[in-house]
């Protein structure tokens, strides 16, 4: 058995990971921090979890976790993450973070997506890119693990498969993702307020060829496919409480049929236990996924004559699950040579 803290662990992703966490069979929760609510009972800000825990929350130092937990999942979207994961690193306690202050190897591209500079680059060199389907070794031997974006999963693994296997081109692709509204996670701000009332009935795209994931996105493919991927992201908004369904177009590499390539994704995935690919492309949609760590995936090859073929592919994923606290989770097995499952079999994560 495990012990587990959770630093930000009022939020959305916070209340994702106390309910993966009190069912699973190798860990258990020692110390539920909160910047804003320390002091008092969990159940008191988080009222769904009445009769399934007793905490009370403690301020984000490092003397509250040090001596009592083994890992630190850092639930908080800002940089003050960083600092505590220094001194949690440097006394033993494995950091699982699911901001966005370890994603990146190189701190040039953090400084230039992410204010302020990073405030530890030398920890970039010691932290894994946490998704499990590409990366499962590296994780199995890390301290530190980046957890990926909610975006950002889901397209690449839309894309890994066919870009491993070189499938599809790596120039024109194109990303386009709808999101639920936690996203915004509970943090309250301007721009955040009134978010039901301006999606309610409506959609609409964000942060055009500007968004913090697609350096993401970008590096994490070219890793893949050995050269460099440029993709044109378009994130939107949509009246949905949760979920991101992702639709990539490519242009094929070489003759393809939706079989063939559904047969390399089947492979590429065979024993991945959280993507499920599916046999039609309009299979993949959000009901399927929602409260899971599911990862659906579909294809299809849509002909044309001469370069106007196109391959299209949609993922669907659980922002909150397999984006956020699922993930994590997902990663903390592998640190500790858990079942990568545990913990996250259960619909309603």
């Known amino acids: 058995m495990i012990r587990v803290g959770i630093s930000g662990a009022t939020g959305l992703v916070g209340e994702s990971l106390i309910r993966a966490l009190s069912g699973h069979p190798r860990a258990h929760l020692t110390r539920l921090a909160s910047a804003h609510a320390a002091g008092r009972e969990i159940t008191e800000i988080l009222p769904a979890l009445a009769k399934e825990l007793s905490h009370r929350t403690v301020p984000p130092e490092p003397a509250e976790f040090v001596g009592e937990t083994d890992v630190v999942f850092m639930a908080t979207k800002g940089p003050e993450a960083i600092p505590l994961t220094r001194e949690l690193l440097a006394a033993g306690v494995k950091c699982i973070d699911i901001g966005a202050s370890f994603r990146f190897a190189d701190a040039a591209v953090h400084d230039a997506w992410y204010q302020p500079a990073h405030e530890a680059p030398e920890l970039l060199a010691k932290a894994v890119y946490g998704l499990p389907e590409l990366w499962r070794n590296e994780i199995r031997a890390a301290g530190l693990v980046g957890n990926p974006g909610c975006y950002s999963t889901g397209a690449i693994l839309a894309l890994a498969p066919l870009l491993a296997e070189k499938l599809v081109r790596i ?116 009901a399927n996924v929602r409260g899971t760590n599911y990862c659906d995936w579909g294809v299809r090859v849509v002909p044309g004559g001469g370069d106007d073929a196109r391959v299209v592919v949609v993922s669907a994923i659980d922002n909150t699950v397999k984006g956020a606290a699922g993930q994590a989770v997902q990663n903390m097995n592998l640190m500790f040579s858990f079942d990568e499952t545990a913990g996250l079999v259960r619909r309603s994560l």
């Open 171 to 286: 120039e024109g692709l194109i990303v386009d993702a709808h999101s639920g509204l936690s996203g915004a996670g509970r943090r309250y701000s301007e721009r955040t307020r009134n978010l039901f009332l301006d999606c309610n009935e409506n959609a609409r795209a964000y942060a055009v060829g500007s968004h913090r994931h697609t350096p993401e996105i970008e590096g994490q493919l070219s890793r893949l496919a050995g050269s460099g991927v440029r993709v044109t992201f378009v994130p939107h908004l949509a009246p949905l409480d949760r979920g991101i369904l992702t639709t990539v177009y490519a242009a094929p590499a070489r003759e393809l049929t939706t079989e063939l390539c559904q047969e390399v994704a089947w492979e590429f995935y065979r024993s991945h236990p959280f993507v499920r690919v599916r046999s039609d492309v309009e299979l993949v949609e959000l």
